[in-house]
């Protein structure tokens, strides 16, 4: 099992900045991918971005440019850095942890970010 931890969802005007963070313990395989995904009111959720425990990096189309994810391995962390944030960018936002070997997800609780226009 692992247990994910995510913070760093808040409010913020639009053009502005929040990072969000995600620390995984449990067991930790080491072949894995971390990622966000979001969702917002009345829509599927969707892809933000992804990260390879080697470190590959994969982006919605609609973040790229403004958001940068990254891990620290050590800390089992990931973050999503999110720059000139939108309005549309308001959704809830939830980790997931991949063991690419077991084949297995796991899923934070979420973390609310709202973009005021």
């Known amino acids: 099992q692992v247990q994910l931890v995510e913070s760093g969802g808040g409010l913020v005007q639009a053009g502005g900045s929040l990072r969000l963070s995600c620390a995984a313990s449990g067991s930790i395989g080491s072949f894995n991918a971390m990622g966000w995904y979001r969702q917002a009111p009345g829509k599927q959720r969707e892809l933000v971005a992804t990260?390879?425990?080697?470190?590959?990096?994969n982006y919605a189309n609609s973040v790229k440019g403004r958001f940068t994810i990254s891990r620290d391995n050590g800390k089992n962390t990931v973050y999503l850095q999110m720059n000139s944030l939108k309005p549309e960018d308001t959704a809830v936002y939830s980790c997931?942890?991949?063991?690419?070997?077991?084949?297995?997800?796991?899923w934070g609780q979420g973390t609310q970010v709202t973009v005021s226009s």
């Open positions: 997931k942890f991949r063991d690419l070997l077991r084949n297995a997800d796991y």
């Open positions: 990260i390879l425990s080697g470190g590959s990096q």
